[in-house]
């Protein structure tokens, strides 16, 4: 009877170890997607403040 519920924990336990491990992937996606999305939005916004830095750096003030 011991042995048998040794085998049905341990299956138990590899089981949720795929599942969790399938968790964290979903995890990791979203924030990839969520990472994308941002800089896709903010990207140009971004890119026009580092030109006007590097605008006024070199003294070619608008």
Do not use: C, H, P, R
Request: without cysteine; proline residues 0%; negative net charge.
């Amino acid at each position: 009877m011991l042995e048998f519920v040794k085998i049905m924990l341990a299956g138990k336990t590899k089981s949720e170890n795929g599942a969790t491990a399938v968790e964290y992937g979903l995890l990791v996606a979203l924030i990839a997607a969520v990472i994308i999305l941002v800089v896709g939005f903010l990207g140009q916004d971004v890119l026009g403040g580092f030109n006007t830095v590097e605008d006024n750096i070199n003294g070619d003030q608008a």
